[in-house]
């Protein structure tokens, strides 16, 4: 069925679409409702629910005397009325209604009244650039989806070759993969991050880890993902005298903050604009549910994984106080020059297999999918 569609911010152009109703939903993104504001032969069909589901709003439709009464949201598209369904929008409409819709609109609320404001024509060479634009999110997408599963299949191997609760908690390998991929796609490394922490505590794997931890900050740095860690003192009579005591005390004592000391807590993503405040107000005030940890407490460190970087703050009896050596020099990528996540995570792999051991037979590494 040809028809003209009209997309928010684009020229209208006409477009072959399937005749059944899935084909007509796809074309709208959802469940698709039929209005008829002309004299003219023809229906416009358009998302029900686009106002509902925050889709952008597109053009709006006047009365005769060219007041708005309404806003479609969201793509639309104008087709032919036959006898007893949708049919082919005839030349003589496509070109006329392809003049009304010409320029994309916004919309503006002046003194309790909305306002449509036409926007110039895209030209061809900006049509140009949007495509081009539109193309390489695309590609980026794709290479995302395949760097998320890639990783997904590499910590799901680890996990299970050093852990067997793990491997009995989650039976189905590929269920398994795919949960951890989305996990990446939607940016819960924190999830990730804590799963991995209580593998490499129990079984003391820091350096094994280290390669796979190196590849989740470079998916955090590619993809603009940001997190953020706590740790605590271990409930150990070794820490008992360290435990609530200020920064200044330990120094004076000649006791460091030790990372073998701590363990993870807690790991979650980091919101825009987030302050290391704002996470102390949030763990003494508004615990998460999952969260099993002692309130945020003086003698508790904060690491922020921004950018590809590790910072980690102790939490003083004012304030926060960084901790350049945390981690002892050794979970900090390198910045001496821009690489591609391709690259780094070519690299760790090669890391990842100098490191790893020879998995027991018993333990079978399952087949890439």
Same mark, same amino acid.
């Given at each position: $069925?040809?028809?003209?569609?009209?997309?928010?911010?684009?020229?209208? *152009?006409?477009?072959?679409?399937?005749? /059944?109703?899935?084909?007509?939903?796809? @074309?709208?993104?959802?469940?698709?409702?039929?209005?008829?504001? *002309?004299?003219?032969?023809?229906?416009?069909?358009?998302?029900?629910? /686009?106002?509902?589901?925050?889709?952008?709003?597109?053009?709006?439709?006047?009365?005769?005397?060219?007041?708005?009464?309404?806003?479609?949201?969201?793509?639309?598209?104008?087709?032919?009325?036959?006898?007893?369904?949708?049919?082919?929008?005839?030349?003589?409409? $496509?070109?006329? *209604?392809?003049?009304?819709?010409?320029?994309?609109?916004?919309?503006?609320?002046?003194? =309790?009244?909305?306002?449509?404001?036409?926007?110039?024509?895209?030209?061809?060479?900006?049509? &140009?650039?949007?495509?081009?634009? &539109? @193309?390489?999110?695309?590609?980026?997408?794709?290479?995302?989806?395949?760097?998320?599963?890639?990783?997904?299949? !590499?910590?799901?191997?680890?996990?299970?070759?050093?852990?067997?609760?793990?491997?009995?908690?989650?039976?189905?390998?590929?269920?398994?993969?795919?949960?951890?991929?989305?996990?990446?796609?939607?940016?819960?490394? =924190?999830?990730?991050? +804590?799963?991995?922490?209580?593998?490499?505590?129990?079984?003391?794997?820091?350096?094994?880890?280290?390669?796979?931890?190196?590849?989740?900050? @470079?998916?955090?740095?590619?993809? /603009?993902?940001?997190?953020?860690?706590?740790?605590?003192?271990?409930?150990?009579?070794?820490?008992?005298?360290?435990?609530? +005591?200020?920064?200044?005390?330990?120094?004076?004592?000649?006791?460091?903050? !030790?990372?073998?000391?701590?363990? +993870?807590?807690?790991?979650?993503?980091?919101?825009? =604009?987030?302050?290391?405040?704002?996470?102390?107000?949030?763990?003494?005030?508004?615990?998460?549910?999952?969260?099993?940890?002692?309130?945020?407490?003086?003698?508790?460190?904060?690491?922020?994984?921004?950018?590809?970087?590790?910072?980690?703050?102790?939490?003083?009896?004012?304030?926060?106080?960084?901790?350049?050596?945390?981690?002892?020099?050794?979970?900090?990528?390198?910045?001496?020059?821009?690489?591609?996540?391709?690259?780094?995570?070519?690299?760790?792999?090669?890391?990842?297999?100098?490191?790893?051991?020879?998995?027991?037979?018993?333990?079978?590494?399952?087949?890439?999918?």
């Amino acid at each position: $069925m040809n028809v003209l569609m009209v997309e928010p911010g684009k020229v209208p *152009y006409a477009v072959d679409i399937g005749e /059944g109703l899935e084909a007509l939903q796809a @074309a709208v993104g959802g469940d698709i409702q039929a209005v008829y504001p *002309y004299d003219d032969p023809v229906a416009l069909i358009c998302n029900e629910e /686009g106002k509902y589901m925050g889709l952008p709003l597109n053009r709006a439709l006047r009365d005769d005397e060219g007041n708005i009464y309404d806003i479609v949201a969201g793509n639309f598209f104008l087709c032919g009325l036959g006898e007893e369904d949708f049919t082919d929008l005839p030349a003589d409409l $496509m070109e006329k *209604y392809r003049q009304q819709f010409e320029h994309p609109e916004q919309f503006v609320r002046i003194a =309790g009244k909305i306002l449509a404001v036409k926007q110039p024509v895209p030209s061809e060479e900006q049509e &140009a650039q949007r495509a081009q634009m &539109a @193309a390489q999110e695309a590609q980026r997408e794709e290479m995302r989806l395949d760097d998320s599963t890639d990783l997904a299949f !590499d910590l799901d191997v680890f996990l299970r070759q050093h852990s067997d609760a793990y491997a009995d908690m989650h039976p189905d390998f590929h269920e398994e993969k795919e949960r951890i991929a989305d996990e990446l796609l939607s940016g819960q490394t =924190g999830k990730i991050r +804590m799963r991995m922490a209580t593998v490499i505590q129990e079984e003391h794997l820091d350096v094994e880890a280290g390669p796979l931890l190196d590849r989740i900050a @470079a998916y955090e740095k590619e993809y /603009g993902i940001s997190a953020y860690s706590i740790y605590q003192l271990d409930l150990s009579d070794s820490t008992d005298d360290l435990r609530f +005591m200020s920064l200044d005390w330990l120094e004076k004592k000649g006791f460091p903050v !030790d990372r073998d000391n701590y363990q +993870m807590v807690y790991a979650t993503e980091l919101s825009p =604009g987030e302050t290391l405040e704002d996470i102390y107000t949030r763990f003494n005030i508004d615990h998460p549910e999952d969260f099993k940890g002692h309130s945020l407490s003086v003698s508790d460190v904060v690491v922020l994984h921004e950018k590809g970087s590790d910072t980690a703050y102790y939490v003083d009896s004012i304030g926060f106080k960084e901790l350049p050596d945390f981690f002892g020099g050794t979970r900090q990528p390198e910045a001496k020059r821009d690489v591609s996540l391709r690259e780094q995570l070519d690299d760790a792999k090669k890391q990842a297999a100098k490191a790893e051991p020879k998995t027991p037979e018993k333990k079978k590494e399952p087949e890439r999918s």
